[in-house]
């Protein structure tokens, strides 16, 4: 292929780099866009690759608990925990429904213009 070709060569982290991302990832396993620029500076690789690094880690870590029949963690931690909230008795949360009139509903005045409502919604599993 010739070299003025548009594609991207791979980049391929050296293994000092490889240790300082071993490091940052025993820290935390998935630094926001703001964390990845940080180690990606310090560790002297181009942002997208330490993004890439870390997907790749992440997905061999979860092939190794796999493998060794251990649970694998939640894709979206939040979002798990959400749903075990939801699961709780007597769990409410709150809908923002565009100009609603329910009795259960709080006004909360909005100085940028008309009010704007709340109404508790009650979770699936909880009863009224």
């Given amino acids: 292929m010739p070299a003025s070709s548009s594609f991207k060569r791979r980049y391929r982290a050296t293994p000092y780099q490889v240790r300082l991302l071993d490091q940052f990832f025993a820290e935390n396993e998935t630094p ?3 964390k990845r620029e940080h180690i990606a500076q ?4 181009p942002a997208k690759s330490v993004h890439i690094w870390f997907q790749n880690r992440r997905a061999k ?3 190794e608990l796999r493998k060794a029949g ?3 963690p939640p894709r979206y931690p939040s979002l798990h925990n959400f749903k075990r909230f939801l699961s709780l008795p007597n769990t409410h949360i709150f809908y923002m429904g565009p100009n609603s009139t329910s009795a259960t509903s709080a006004q909360s005045p909005n100085p940028a213009g008309p009010a704007t409502t709340f109404e508790t919604v009650s979770s699936p599993t909880a009863t009224p």
């Fill in 32 to 34: 926001d866009t703001l």
């Fill in 61 to 63: 870590k979860n092939l």
């Fill in 42 to 45: 310090y560790v002297d690789m």
């Fill in 70 to 72: 251990k649970p694998v």
